[in-house]
């Protein structure tokens, strides 16, 4: 069995505002082993980013981690200092962000910026860092790589700025990296690329991957581990094959009655999970998704269900299973 690289435990994540408390993410807890591709699935506004920018300690004013672990090789991240945590941002634990035109600085070349954390965490010279940074470039499939180098965000396209930020999480060989719905506002053959690009190096180099999407049918080919995650708490979780083949949660099951099937065109007819997420900055009770559920039962009303059977691969957070 492979080592667990990542243990997130109880993890909780809230925005406090003037009008309210907002638990954006309410009681999270996974593993993630070495070389596992580990996905985090659900709505928009689930918690799904800012668990993982809490990994980080990269949640911004008026968020604060309210309480939990995040033990990473033995250290509670959470409770390390902030030299400690540059240590370990893009060095040991790398994130390739959601929009990367935002993530990019515009007025340093891609070269540069690559560079930047080869020089910072492994004190590379510079020549050494520059031959890295193309053979990275090469690696992610960016042509004519030594001239490439040189130019700057807006000579890209995006899907060839999003290899630069995969280029870039790789360059330190980190332990995991964190893929924030890395292939958003891109066409659908250059998301799969560029999955298969990232998780396709990860593997090679024994890298862990965080995987989060809104999209079950994008994980299904990658994803080791799935947890679905539903008003800032994982509604289920289990491994690739067993959420695919038996969704338990009736969330998990609607996630999947949204994805097109390319093999059942005519007879398939897509069924949108009908409602809207909870407001969570508004006192909540019973289940969450009881709203929006079609096999809710009078228990629902009153107890918040835990995830079952404890202990077991296959978990879920329900009265009424599938």
Known sequence: MPDILLQVRDLRTYFYTEQAVI?????????????????LVGESGCGKSVSALSILRLVSYPGRIVGGEVIFEGKDLLKASENEMNGFRGSRIAMVFQEPMTSLNPVMSIGEQIAEPLTVHLKMARQAARRRVIELLQAVGIPDAERRCRDYPHHFSGGMRQRVMIAMALACNPKIIIADEPTTALDVTIQAQLLDLMTGLALQSGTAVILISHNLGVVARY???????YAGR???????????????HPYTLG???????????????LTPIKGFPPDLSRPLTGCYFRPRCSFAVNRCKDEYPSLEPPGAEHTYACFNPR
Do not use: F, W
């Open 23 to 39: 638990r954006a993410v309410d009681g999270v807890s996974y593993a993630v082993s070495e070389g596992e591709t580990v996905a």
């Open 223 to 229: 994803a080791d581990t799935v947890n679905v995650m």
């Open 234 to 248: 994982i509604v289920e979780s289990g491994s690739g094959d067993s959420i695919y083949a038996r969704p338990r």
């Open 255 to 269: 996630l999947l009655q949204c994805v097109p099937r390319t093999d059942r065109i005519r007879e398939h007819k």
